[in-house]
């Protein structure tokens, strides 16, 4: 069982930057898979950055070039760097992990994913 605990929400202005942390209990034996997924009030839970062992595996449109995943296996903790947030970044954001290898393709797929954090809110104000 993948534990995973989300840190660093907060309230910004657009323009500004948040760090999101997810850290989970164990970063599983391999082959493993963890993403950042994010919801709005009133719509579904959507897919934002992908990773996996060897690295990056992508970003949803909507923040490419703005937010960046990263991983630190020493610490067993997840990273999403936001860059020039916007009011439509406002959300509930999760990290999820998954055991199953085939992550390159389902990596922004929420059903892909078995074990999920509390979430972390993010408000950005226009």
């Known amino acids: 069982q993948v534990q995973l605990v989300e840190s660093g929400g907060g309230s910004v202005q657009a323009g500004g930057s948040l760090r999101l942390s997810c850290a989970a209990s164990?970063?599983?034996?391999?082959?493993?898979?963890l993403g950042w997924f994010r919801q709005a009030p009133g719509k579904e839970r959507e897919g934002v950055a992908g990773i996996n062992k060897v690295g990056p595996l992508g970003y949803a449109d909507s923040v490419k070039g703005r937010f960046t995943i990263s991983q630190d296996n020493a610490k067993n903790t997840l990273y999403l760097q936001m860059n020039n947030l916007k009011p439509e970044d406002t959300a509930m954001y999760y990290c999820a992990a998954s055991r199953n290898a085939y992550c390159t393709g389902n990596y922004l797929r929420p059903l892909f994913f078995s074990y999920w954090g509390q979430g972390t809110q993010v408000t950005v104000s226009s």
């Open positions: 164990e970063y599983a034996a391999s082959p493993y898979c």
